[in-house]
């Protein structure tokens, strides 16, 4: 079946460790998106990719990064974790720039002590 | 801006009694509705979905939802609950902004099932 895969599906790092999530989609959609969510909260859109076109939200840390090597890929680089960053990352797939359709992965939980 | 609302944080119901979860949004054009589902620990599993056409939309697990222009509502709907939906539920709005979708969520309502 095609969906979207996120390893790990819990991950802990150290404050101010850096840290990288992994998402991979065997879709082959365009789009790839990574949502922010803390408890009890709607996700939060971080940025997303149009291909190799990135695109940042304009009040995403700069903390956060991320890179899409090829189109079934896409990682989330924390540079240095701080308490608030700890919630579950959510990424999501559409088939095109205009698609409001989402397939959403199972996130990654993400404690940092 | 678009925007969602879900005013009901959390809803108890009976197992076998019916549910409504309601869900106001904020558009200026022809909004693109979604409902999706969040079991704990896991991702966002899409219920359906309202584009255009028939106002009346059903889902899978035996959700429907109707889609009120007059109203800015897109409420959920299920004859009979069972104790597996106990979940939390986005509403979602679709815009087209600086050439590319977003989704913008609510802030979900959790629902809880009793015996």
């Known amino acids: 079946d095609a969906m979207v895969i996120q390893n790990p599906r819990y991950q802990v790092t150290q404050f101010g460790k850096p840290v990288t999530l992994s998402c991979s989609q065997t879709?082959?959609?365009?789009?790839m998106y990574w949502y922010q969510q803390k408890s009890s909260q709607a996700p939060k859109l971080l940025f997303h990719?149009?291909?190799?076109?990135?695109?940042n939200e304009a009040d995403t840390p700069d903390n956060f990064q991320s890179r899409r090597p090829n189109t079934s890929f896409c990682f989330l680089d924390i540079r240095s974790p701080g308490l608030g960053d700890a919630a579950m990352y959510l990424c999501?797939?559409?088939?095109?720039?205009?698609?409001?359709?989402?397939?959403f992965g199972p996130g990654t939980r993400l404690t940092v002590t | 801006a678009q925007s969602v609302t879900q005013p009901d944080i959390h809803i108890t119901v009976s197992e076998g009694a019916s549910l409504e979860l309601r869900c106001n949004y904020s558009?200026?054009?022809?909004?693109?509705l979604f409902w999706y589902v969040q079991s704990p620990g896991q991702g966002l599993q899409l219920l359906l979905k309202?584009?255009?056409?028939?106002?009346l939309v059903q889902g899978i697990k035996g959700f429907e939802a109707e889609f009120k222009r007059s109203q800015s509502s897109f409420n959920l709907r299920k004859p009979s609950v069972h104790w597996s939906d106990a979940a939390e539920y986005f509403c979602?709005?679709?815009?087209?902004?600086?050439?590319?979708?977003?989704?913008?969520f609510g802030k979900g309502t959790m629902l809880l099932v009793s015996p």
């Open positions: 999501a797939t559409s088939a095109s720039r205009a698609s409001y359709e989402q397939y």
């Open positions: 879709l082959n959609h365009n789009v």
């Open positions: 990719y149009y291909d190799k076109d990135f695109n």
């Open positions: 558009y200026g054009a022809t909004p693109y």
């Open positions: 309202y584009f255009s056409g028939d106002t």
């Open positions: 979602a709005v679709g815009a087209l902004g600086s050439g590319y979708s977003t989704l913008t």
